[in-house]
């Protein structure tokens, strides 16, 4: 009964109508959970609250994702009205994320550009020995453009019509994805300094860290594409979610093209 009137009123009003979820109040109480846990590990207190917002967050993501590909792929709530505002939810979050790498480079060039006597007037600043830029970091560089380009062409073998190339296309892009983070993990234990070290190991290890964490969440999201892909989720005409997942590693290949010339390559 219910999604009959929501079809019914799909038709009188076009925008989407979200039905009853309980994920909105599960994923906040994770949220907060995970943030508590957190602050109170820090302080030497029990992993308990922090291992509970993790599960609850988890929880919410697979159960809250799993209700948008149903209601879109087998429902058919997603008019194009509705992908019309998700395709501006997509552009404002990434437009959020932007600024957030913002602050980053913000803190980047405001000590690189005029360093204090603290750090020895110098940038780097003194005993601080800069990974080269033409060694891993240039791999890395040439890995993050390769898989953009793999994405770009699984999405346009899809707007072809072309499955098997599409699949092909994105086991490539989440390989090369799984390769990145790898050789940032052998990056981070070559180097000889910390985060600790000065505000140039902060600035370093905060940038490129959450360089890396997205790198991680973009390879889960094309990983879900992947899986979608195979089960015949996607057509030519109906393909936000594909669309999205393409948006958010180009972002994540542009990020790290502005991380590699200014942090590895003018910083060093």
């Not at 509970?52 to 008019?79: A, C, K, N, P």
């Not at 070290?197 to 905060?206: A, E, I, N, P, Q």
């Not at 940038?207 to 999201?221: D, E, N, P, Q, Y």
Request: net charge negative.
């Amino acid at each position: 009964m219910l999604a009959t009137n929501n079809k019914l009123e799909m038709i009188r009003n076009p925008f989407h109508l979200v039905e009853f979820s309980p994920w909105p109040i599960v994923g906040s109480m994770g949220a907060f959970s995970l943030t508590v846990g957190l602050a109170a590990w820090f302080h030497g207190y029990s992993m308990i609250l922090y291992m509970m917002g993790i599960l609850l967050i988890l929880l919410t993501m697979i159960q809250w994702w799993r209700d948008v590909i149903r209601e879109s792929t087998f429902q058919g709530y997603h008019t194009l009205k509705v992908t019309q505002g998700l395709r501006w939810g997509m552009i404002l979050f990434i437009t959020s994320e932007v600024l957030f790498f913002f602050a980053f480079f913000w803190a980047y060039f405001h000590s690189s550009l005029a360093p204090t006597p603290e750090i020895g007037l110098n940038w780097p600043p003194s005993g601080i020995v800069p990974l080269n830029p033409f060694q891993v970091p240039l791999l890395n560089t040439a890995v993050l453009l390769a898989s953009g380009v793999s994405v770009t062409w699984a999405h346009h073998s899809l707007m072809e019509g072309d499955r098997n190339k599409t699949i092909q296309a994105l086991v490539v892009t989440v390989l090369l994805g799984i390769y990145f983070t790898f050789l940032q993990g052998g990056e981070y234990m070559e180097t000889t300094f910390t985060i600790a070290d000065s505000c140039y190991g902060s600035t370093f290890f905060v940038a490129t860290g959450f360089h890396g964490l997205h790198v991680l969440i973009g390879s889960s999201f094309l990983t879900v594409i992947l899986i979608r892909s195979i089960n015949f989720h996607f057509s030519k005409n109906h393909h936000f979610g594909f669309e999205a997942a393409a948006w958010y590693w180009h972002f994540v290949d542009v990020v790290w093209l502005f991380l590699y010339i200014s942090i590895y390559w003018w910083g060093s």
